[in-house]
């Protein structure tokens, strides 16, 4: 017979049940009253709410959350589904972009891999590959109101970027370290003109006559990019400057055409001459010459195409073009945009022809050149390049070695004025560079350092200075406008430590696109 559990309880209150004499607490077999029950349950409770007041009201709410967002997304805080999927409660790229993207727009410019898109060019390279990081990777939120998103520490940055610490291991600088010149399509030495405007004007300070010609854009960043009206037409072109004489065409004589000429012949594109005045030509003898001249002349100009279709195949639309379509790196759009002013201005040339064909044809180039525009408008449309390389190569079926010569001869007193700073070949004048192969993948501040170094200081790839001062030196052999005047990354390194000026990642390299771009971001989800 079992015995009672209270029987043989000792002091502990505790009692045996069964044969096997098992311990058993008294409590087990007389629970808790339900009034004690219903009292533990309220302190818990009351004790969960104060927590969650003193949470709330003192801490943020940094108990039951991952603490209180930025303040540009204080709007969403209480809003968790509209970063954070429901499911999985992580925060989706898609959920970003719907803020931080424009509307409709397919590669992404906030996107990883635009990243390469906006810092190489590289249509190629807009798809986003396995191990590439998501937006909150870099930028990790609720770190308070005042927390930096958009500052990335450097650690984030070398976890694709291995070996780029500043101080140490990072590269020199790829325009630098591949010795590649630039291709500026002129003749240009630094310490002849230098030296010419220190004469000029006086000057003893070297600098000042570099920032002549160098000038500093409104924000003092960089600087503006060399114009020949402005810079260099005081000097150059002068009234006293003339073309050789030049044999006029003729019949069966090939020349250049007079103004007369393209005047009465009233073709596209020729509006120009009926601006000219007849008295800058001087004919006589079956030959003409002009003076003066003005950059890109477009008398030169027209007669240069002339001979170049002589002597070449077709250039495509590189005929809508002054210049060849050489176009720099990054540039291609530009050059797009040069043949299509060059149609405009014979559109516009020819609305005031009366013939029906005339304008029926004008409605069709207007329709085209609309097309274009919106092309050209969108950053992200694809231009083929090869539409732009001239068929120079391949010279005209037909034309003699005699007449190819007679042409050749032509076009070199027909650019005599020009060759002195133009490359010319093939019947074309080169594309001039607007500005150096500098830092494409970094930003650098003039003005910043302005005041801790000199022009010269940084800038000694050419000699100039020791060139300028000592007139009994000649020209450097290096002064070219091809020559990369620029410093490399030791020079950098004497204020850019540790210790010193700042030399994290973002110093210098931003992983966006340019910040002006923010008026077109949506500003809200259609």
Same mark, same amino acid.
């Given at each position: 017979?079992?015995?009672?559990?209270?029987e043989g309880r000792?002091?502990?209150?505790?009692g045996?049940?069964?044969?096997?004499?098992?311990g058993?607490?008294?409590?087990?077999?007389?629970?808790?009253?339900?009034?004690?029950m219903?009292?533990?349950g309220?302190i818990?409770?009351?004790?969960?709410i104060?927590?969650?007041?003193?949470?709330?009201?003192?801490?943020?709410?940094?108990?039951?959350s991952?603490g209180p967002?930025?303040s540009a997304?204080a709007?969403l805080?209480?809003?968790c589904?509209?970063?954070?999927?429901?499911?999985?409660?992580?925060?989706?790229?898609?959920?970003?972009?719907?803020?931080?993207e424009?509307?409709?727009?397919?590669?992404?410019?906030?996107?990883?891999?635009?990243?390469?898109?906006?810092?190489?060019?590289?249509?190629q390279?807009?798809?986003?590959e396995?191990? #590439?990081? $998501? &937006?909150? %990777? +870099? *930028?990790p939120?609720h770190?308070?109101?005042?927390?930096?998103?958009?500052?990335?520490? @450097? =650690?984030?940055c070398?976890?694709?970027?291995?070996?780029?610490?500043?101080?140490?291991e990072?590269p020199?600088?790829?325009?630098?370290?591949?010795?590649?010149?630039?291709?500026?399509?002129?003749?240009?030495?630094h310490?002849?003109h230098?030296?010419?405007?220190?004469?000029?004007?006086?000057?003893?300070?070297? #600098?000042? $006559? &570099?920032? %002549? +010609? *160098?000038?500093?854009?409104?924000?003092?960043?960089?600087?503006q990019?060399i114009?020949? @009206? =402005?810079?260099?037409?005081?000097c150059?072109?002068?009234?006293?400057i003339?073309?050789?004489?030049?044999?006029i065409q003729?019949?069966?004589?090939?020349?250049?055409?007079?103004l007369?000429?393209?005047?009465?012949?009233g073709?596209?594109?020729t509006?120009?001459?009926?601006?000219?005045?007849?008295?800058?030509?001087r004919? $006589?003898?079956?030959?003409?010459?002009?003076?003066?001249?003005?950059?890109?002349?477009?008398?030169?100009?027209?007669?240069?195409r002339?001979?170049r279709?002589?002597?070449?195949?077709?250039g495509?639309?590189?005929?809508?073009l002054?210049?060849s379509?050489?176009?720099?790196?990054?540039q291609?759009?530009?050059?797009?945009?040069e043949?299509?002013?060059?149609?405009?201005?014979?559109?516009?040339?020819?609305?005031g022809r009366?013939?029906?064909?005339?304008?029926?044809?004008l409605?069709?180039?207007?329709?085209?050149?609309?097309?274009l525009?919106?092309?050209?408008?969108?950053s992200?449309?694809?231009?083929d390049?090869?539409d732009l390389?001239?068929?120079l190569q391949q010279?005209?079926?037909?034309?003699?070695?005699?007449?190819?010569?007679?042409?050749?001869?032509?076009?070199?007193?027909?650019?005599?004025?020009?060759?002195g700073?133009?490359?010319v070949?093939?019947?074309?004048i080169?594309?001039?560079?607007?500005s150096q192969?500098?830092?494409?993948?970094?930003e650098?501040n003039?003005?910043?350092?302005?005041?801790?170094?000199?022009?010269l200081?940084?800038?000694?790839a050419?000699?100039?200075?020791?060139?300028?001062?000592?007139l009994?030196?000649?020209?450097?052999?290096n002064?070219?406008?091809?020559?990369?005047?620029?410093?490399?990354?030791e020079?950098?390194?004497?204020?850019h430590?540790?210790?010193?000026?700042a030399?994290?990642?973002?110093?210098c390299?931003?992983?966006?696109?340019?910040?002006n771009?923010?008026?077109?971001?949506?500003?809200?989800?259609?």
């Open positions: 017979m079992a015995e009672s559990p209270s000792g002091d502990r209150g505790k045996w049940f069964g044969r096997s004499r098992l058993v607490a008294g409590a087990y077999v007389r629970p808790l009253r339900r009034w004690k219903l009292w533990a309220v818990l409770a009351a004790v969960l104060l927590i969650l007041a003193v949470d709330f009201g003192y801490r943020d709410a940094r108990w039951v991952n967002v930025s997304h709007g805080e209480n809003d589904s509209s970063c954070h999927d429901p499911l999985s409660r992580r925060v989706t790229v898609e959920a970003c972009a719907g803020c931080h424009r509307h409709g727009n397919e590669i992404g410019d906030y996107s990883f891999a635009s990243h390469y898109l906006y810092r190489t060019d590289d249509f390279r807009v798809t986003v396995d191990g #590439e990081v $998501a &937006c909150f %990777s +870099c *930028h939120e770190e308070g109101r005042k927390a930096q998103r958009t500052k990335v520490d @450097d =650690r984030l070398i976890t694709c970027h291995e070996g780029t610490a500043f101080s140490k990072h020199e600088f790829g325009v630098l370290a591949d010795q590649i010149p630039d291709n500026p399509g002129i003749e240009f030495a310490v002849s230098i030296r010419e405007i220190m004469r000029k004007r006086s000057l003893v300070d070297i #600098e000042k $006559a &570099c920032l %002549s +010609c *160098h000038l500093p854009e409104a924000d003092g960043r960089g600087f990019a114009d020949f @009206d =402005r810079q260099c037409d005081a150059h072109l002068t009234t006293g003339a073309t050789p004489r030049l044999a003729g019949e069966g004589s090939f020349g250049v055409k007079t007369s000429t393209i005047r009465a012949e073709h596209a594109g509006e120009w001459s009926q601006f000219l005045s007849s008295s800058e030509f004919e $006589a003898g079956g030959r003409v010459l002009k003076i003066p001249l003005y950059h890109r002349d477009p008398w030169i100009l027209y007669n240069l002339r001979m279709r002589e002597l070449y195949e077709d495509g639309i590189a005929e809508l002054d210049v379509p050489e176009a720099p790196e990054g291609v759009r530009r050059v797009y945009s043949a299509v002013e060059t149609l405009e201005r014979y559109v516009t040339g020819l609305r009366p013939e029906p064909e005339i304008q029926k044809e409605a069709v180039i207007s329709k085209l050149l609309e097309s525009h919106q092309r050209l408008g969108d992200r449309t694809t231009l390049e090869t390389l001239l068929a010279p005209r079926e037909g034309v003699s070695p005699e007449h190819a010569e007679e042409v050749d001869e032509l076009i070199q007193g027909l650019v005599q004025p020009c060759a700073c133009h490359h070949e093939q019947a074309t080169s594309r001039v560079a607007a192969k500098t830092f494409h993948r970094a650098f003039h003005r910043a350092h302005i005041l801790e170094s000199r022009c200081d940084c800038h000694s050419i000699p100039i200075a020791e060139a300028v001062e000592d009994t030196l000649p020209v450097p052999a002064d070219l406008a091809s020559t990369q005047n620029l410093p490399g990354i020079t950098c390194r004497t204020c430590t540790p210790d010193l000026a030399d994290s990642c973002s110093t390299h931003a992983f966006h696109p340019d910040l771009r923010r008026s077109e971001l949506l500003l809200y989800d259609d």
